[in-house]
């Protein structure tokens, strides 16, 4: 079955700001040349320069070097964002991502409980690759049904796949995304990203 892709296409310089932030984010309270940080985050140097300067008028940032963390996630979680393609729901979800071939990472419930074990693993929200949309839904229902249910599939920028964790049994996106989608989910996961945060970045 092929799935007729009419998303809704975020704006370029949205994208772009967040690919900064979740390279700041990466390595906090350490000075990199902002050349370094443009091509890690894939954004034009003077487009780059320009938002870092920003961040450094409101004191988030000195030079190149994040100092304020907290409010560079605060700033990050308000944004806008239009992730959520489509939901399923199958039995085992945690099997059947162990078992999967495609290409995935992991955010919210499952990945913060196999990361920080706080919350309990409700909903698995799975970012894929807009290529392999229709490889997804033929699975997932092979397994279960389309709707409202335990699996939410996350389409995004490519770069949420940026500095991603592959050390534990599932794929999950780096701490600082992981962090961010927390923090826009709301409720108990606002608390389990706090607990990251101060974890993650509570000393320099």
């Known amino acids: 079955m092929k799935i007729e892709q009419n998303l809704n296409r975020r704006n370029k310089q949205a994208i772009k700001i967040e690919r900064i932030y979740r390279v700041l984010l990466s390595i906090p309270y350490v000075e990199r ?44 979680s308000e944004r806008p964002v239009t992730t959520l393609f489509r939901e399923y729901h199958i039995p085992n979800p945690k099997s059947f991502i162990e078992n999967i071939e495609l290409d995935y990472a992991l955010t919210t419930y499952h990945a913060e409980n196999q990361i920080g074990n706080y919350l309990i693993p409700r909903i698995m929200d799975v970012y894929i690759h807009e ?10 229902i092979d397994q279960g049904y389309a709707g409202k249910g335990n699996v939410r599939i996350l389409l995004a920028d490519e770069h949420v796949f940026w500095d991603r964790i592959s050390e534990g049994p599932l794929n999950t996106v780096s701490i600082q995304q992981l962090i961010v989608d927390l923090l826009r989910e709301g409720g108990l996961c606002v608390e389990a990203a706090e607990i990251l945060m101060e974890r993650y970045y509570g000393k320099e």
């Open 131 to 140: 290529n392999d949309i229709n490889e997804w839904h033929e699975k997932l």
């Open 33 to 76: 040349s902002i050349r370094k940080i443009s091509k890690e985050a894939e954004t034009d140097y003077h487009w780059t320069y320009k938002n870092m300067k920003e961040l450094e008028e409101k004191g988030i940032i000195q030079g190149t070097k994040l100092i304020d963390p907290k409010s560079l996630f605060k700033i990050w």
